[in-house]
Every structure is written in C-alpha cells, then in structure tokens.
C-alpha cells in the first residue's frame, strides 16, 4: 500500500510523508480512528516509504518524481507526496507480501487478544539494528486487543525505543489502551470517509454496480471497510425494516402502536436483532430520511440512495414534509449514538420509535 492509493485523510498522509522525508519521524504512532477507514493501510504505507529503496520525492515544483521510473508513475500536481514507496523495489515487494524481516505485524490471536508472550518475542527482535531496511517498525493490529501486561511489557520500549525502531499502533477504541501507553504515543486520528469516495473505491476497486456502490457507501459510516462487510448481509430484509419504521410512525400517533413498530424493529423477545443489524437499519434510516429530504427538494432522482424503494419513499413525502425529515433524521442520529455506546436495543427501539 502506498501513501497515493490511499483514499482521503490527506493531510495525514502529507504529514507522515514530511516526517519521513526530514527523518523526524517519531518513534511511536498512534493510529485512531473507526475501523474500515484505512488506520492499517496507512501503517503499511509508512513502513514502505521509509524502507523504500528507490523513493519517490517531490522536486521544488511540486512534481514527485524518482529516478529511472515510468513516466506513468509520476505525480504532476501540487498536490505530490513529499516522499512516497516507489512500490517496486525488493523492499516494498517484501513488505507488501507481508515478509520483511524489519517490519513485524502484530495481530489479534483466534480469542481476539494479543498476549505478553508475542510481545517479549517481538522486543527481544528489536534490541539489533536492522537487518536489511533503513529502520524496523513493529505495527500492531487492532492494539485495543492487547492484554494489560502485553501494554505494560511494551512501555519501557515506548519510553526507551530500540535504535532505528519505529512502532504504529492502530484502534478503533484508544480508551482500552494504558493512559501511560497512549501518552508515549504521537496520535493520528482518522476520520470518516466521505460517502461519495467511498462509492467510489467500491466501484473502481471492487468493481460495484454505481447502484449497489451508492446504497453501500449510504450505510457504511464513512468506512470502506464496513461497506464491503454490508456486502455480505441481507441489505433487503433491513431495508424492509427501516421502510416499515418510517410508514408506521408516519401513519400513527398513539403511544401503543409506536410501541408495537418498536417492537418489530427490535426484533421481537424470540429473535431479538442483533445490536449490529439495529445499527444497519438506522442508517438505512436515516439515507431514507434523506432522500426524502431530497424528494420534497425536487432534487435528481439520481441522487438517491434508496432507488428500490423509490416509490414507497414518495408515498411517504408528505409527511415528512417541512421540518419533520431534518427532526426524525436527528433522532435517528441520536439513536445511533446512543446503541454505539451501549444502550439496550429496547430502549433504542422504543425511543426512537416515540421520536420520529
């Protein structure tokens, strides 16, 4: 992975590139951000830059240029990269197949957790200088799962790095970590992708319908990742769902029918749906929510998110008409916020089901 393949967060990637171009690079790196974003990517491509054998750099006009490489791959924008992996050489080869001995991976086991044993075996690695890149990194996947004395078994490395070692920590929870490990550690936080970007590597990358791409990136929350995951579950049934939830809430106002909506959304007592499934239908939701928006705006029927249902949504803008769209998708983003951190899925269902 390189740091110009990467999609968004290019003023990370600008800052990394600098640090590796002045060798200020810090010793160790804290990835966050929501998982599917591309913290890992990104960790790879700082490995492959820094042991590149034949760099890529930026020329004072801002053309990015290496010598003896294709004309195809230089970059002629303002925008160049001031360092980047040529991703050719026997270095980025090594490290793209994942067998370069100067950058260790770290992953979860098959009990999601990373135990102290993995961790002495990888710093008793890194007490020697490294054997064929310009510097070791040690990048660890998901270091949310690492166990306590796994953390602590890192610190005294944190504090005091090995020479020429660089550590890249990613996670999509920073709170699990060690208030002493994340205070050794430089942050990166990585946002959310916007949605069209994410339409577009599932289009071009993973070869999705511009349909089907569209009404993915709706429901991923700015993650690449959580959208090829969507790919894999029955997008219809929830979509089903979330329809229902906004016909019956726009056709009732009694507390006891709200209540009965509630309770199909959520799944019933037999076959409750689970928390991951609920969050899917509120952001099928909320994408319905705005098309409906988009519908009232007279705005392309191209821009939809929901095509498929398309009818069934304009049966239905009339009632959301005005300011009701904008009121229920805020409550439908309240109710999202509220199942991320735990909230029982009853009480979400029921809530928002009183609320929009």
């Known amino acids: 992975m390189l740091f110009r393949d990467l999609v968004g967060h290019r003023r990370l990637t600008h800052l990394l590139s600098g640090a590796i ?3 200020t690079l810090p010793p160790t790196l804290l990835f966050t951000g929501p998982a599917g974003v591309g913290k890992w990517q990104a960790a790879i491509a700082t490995a492959q830059a820094a042991n ?3 760099p890529v750099r930026a020329r004072g006009d801002g053309v990015a240029s290496q010598a003896d490489a294709p004309d195809d ?4 924008t303002s925008d160049a990269l001031p360092v980047d992996a040529c991703g050719q050489c026997r270095s980025c080869d090594r490290i793209a197949r994942g067998v370069h001995v ?4 770290i992953e979860p086991d098959d009990r999601a957790s990373i135990k102290i ?3 002495r075996d990888v710093l008793s690695r890194t007490g020697y200088r490294p054997f064929e890149g310009k510097r070791r990194f040690v990048l660890i996947r998901e270091a949310d799962t690492l166990e306590i004395a796994s953390q602590n078994a890192l610190l005294k490395s944190l504090e005091e790095p090995p020479p020429a070692t660089v550590f890249i920590l990613t996670t999509a929870v920073p709170g699990a970590l060690l208030p002493t490990v994340r205070s050794r550690s430089m942050t990166l936080r990585f946002g959310r992708l916007p949605q069209d970007e994410v339409a577009r590597v599932l289009r071009e990358r993973h070869e999705y319908s511009d349909t089907d791409a569209r009404a993915l990136a709706a429901l991923a929350d700015g993650s690449i990742g959580q959208a090829l995951a969507l790919a894999d579950t029955d997008i219809s049934v929830l979509r089903e769902t979330a329809l229902l939830l ?3 809430t726009a056709s009732r106002s009694d507390a006891q029918g709200r209540l009965q909506v509630a309770a199909a959304v959520a799944g019933g007592p037999k076959k409750e749906r689970s928390r991951e499934d609920l969050a899917v239908v509120l952001r099928i939701t909320a994408s319905m929510l705005r098309d409906l928006e988009a ?4 705005a392309d029927p191209r821009v939809l998110a929901n095509p498929v249902v398309a009818d069934d949504l304009r049966a239905l803008t009339g009632r959301f008409a005005g300011t009701r769209a904008r009121d229920a998708f805020t409550a439908v983003d309240r109710a999202l916020y509220a199942l991320e951190r735990n909230a029982g899925t009853k009480v979400v269902t029921e809530w928002l089901s009183m609320n929009i």
């Open 21 to 23: 171009a002045r060798e």
């Open 52 to 54: 590149c054998e034949q």
């Open 73 to 76: 791959q230089a970059k002629t």
């Open 102 to 105: 100067d950058v260790i991976v």
């Open 295 to 298: 519908m009232n705006a007279g």
């Open 117 to 119: 044993d993995v961790i």
């Open 246 to 248: 906004l016909q019956e």
